[in-house]
């Protein structure tokens, strides 16, 4: 057994010794690692996921699943002040770095990244957080946590009474009633302000919209432009040519940049052609949700003086009604 410099086992007190687990195809905790990891990765190919355990029990049982050895010849850093060796870190970095295939090979792969939403119980997120970090958990002998602990913990859920909770949706409903009777004046809207430990209860109203211009136009976050008939991307340019005078540089779409200036002319020269909505599915490499309602779309412009200009979203009513802007 390990020793620290003071003569104490290194496996003591805070320290734990990690025990290895085998894998059993009848663990739910394992199945549900398995199957929430291959449709995440599954998600990074642009592949169809699989949710049936049956499919993965099939496969995994004619696998030979090799028995945990521990590696020979590593060195554990028992006193803190002890310099690392990182020689052999470089190494393996030059390994994984030399092993990797040439990008020539790679053309036309694209990889899609995950991100993370705790809300949606269909895409894997939390199950597999949940049953990493509880297999974690299993090597040290520690209590496991639950999933609703877990989308607690990974979501980063701050707890709220329900009274508050229902006190400030109440107000938000009242704001609504006002949107619904069409009341103009910003002083027929309220902020709210509430303390139910005081308790406290104070409301103002509202401060206008900051103001921007572009030429002489102004506008406010809360403009829109309208658009009718899920125009292509050229119409979206011309557009805004020929109306506002701006000359589009960019267009991007979440984390998909649809067109640029700088896009070589080929992809220009077909992404022009496109609908938005086979746009945004083309660069994305997504299917438009069929419940989309609104699509934000950032437009990045410049005036006749070759200057940036910010300028109000715009929204664009199309076949499944999309938004299109710069924010």
């Known amino acids: 057994?390990?020793?620290?410099s003071n003569?104490?086992?290194?496996?003591?007190g805070p320290k734990r010794a990690p025990d290895a687990l085998s894998f059993n195809v009848d663990d739910a905790l394992d199945m549900q690692y398995i199957v929430a990891a291959?449709?995440?990765?599954?998600f990074n190919y642009g592949l169809k996921g699989e949710r049936d355990p049956a499919i993965y029990r099939k496969v995994i049982e004619s696998m030979e699943i090799p028995k945990f050895t521990p590696k020979s010849g590593v060195k554990i850093q028992i006193n803190e002040n002890e310099p690392v060796n990182s020689e052999k870190d470089d190494d393996n970095v030059d390994a994984i770095i030399a092993s990797l295939p040439a990008p020539s090979s790679l053309a036309g792969v694209r990889l899609n990244p995950v991100d993370f939403e705790k809300d949606d119980d269909s895409n894997h997120h939390i199950d597999f957080i949940t049953a990493a970090s509880n297999l974690r958990a299993a090597n040290y002998a520690i209590t496991h946590a639950d999933r609703h602990k877990t989308k607690q913990i990974a979501g980063?859920?701050?707890?709220?009474?329900?009274?508050?909770?229902?006190?400030?949706?109440?107000l938000v409903c009242l704001?609504?009633?006002?949107?619904?009777?069409?009341k103009e004046k910003l002083e027929d809207y309220k902020n709210g302000f509430v303390n139910l430990a005081l308790p406290f209860f104070g409301?103002?109203?509202?401060?206008?919209?900051?103001?921007?211009?572009?030429?002489?136009?102004?506008?406010?976050?809360w403009d829109r432009f309208e658009l009718d008939g899920n125009p292509t991307l050229q119409n979206i340019l011309d557009?805004?040519?020929?109306?506002?005078?701006?000359?589009?540089?960019?267009?991007?779409?979440?984390?998909s940049m649809l067109w640029s200036a700088f896009v070589p002319q080929k992809k220009t020269a077909d992404r022009l052609k496109m609908k938005m909505s086979e746009l945004v599915e083309h660069v994305?490499?997504?299917p438009i949700p069929p419940w989309t309602k609104n699509l934000l779309v950032e437009v990045m412009v410049n005036d006749e003086n070759d200057e940036d200009v910010e300028v109000g979203l715009s929204e664009e009513r199309a076949t499944k009604a999309y938004l299109l802007g710069r924010t």
């Open 1 to 4: 057994c390990k020793v620290n």
């Open 7 to 12: 003569g104490t086992p290194f496996w003591s």
């Open 38 to 42: 291959a449709n995440l990765h599954a």
């Open 156 to 170: 980063k859920i701050i707890p709220a009474i329900a009274t508050t909770t229902a006190l400030a949706v109440g």
């Open 175 to 182: 704001e609504l009633y006002k949107l619904i009777d069409e």
């Open 203 to 221: 409301f103002s109203e509202p401060i206008a919209a900051a103001k921007q211009k572009y030429g002489e136009t102004s506008w406010t976050l």
């Open 239 to 255: 557009w805004f040519k020929q109306t506002h005078q701006l000359e589009v540089q960019m267009v991007s779409q979440g984390v």
């Open 284 to 286: 994305s490499k997504k």
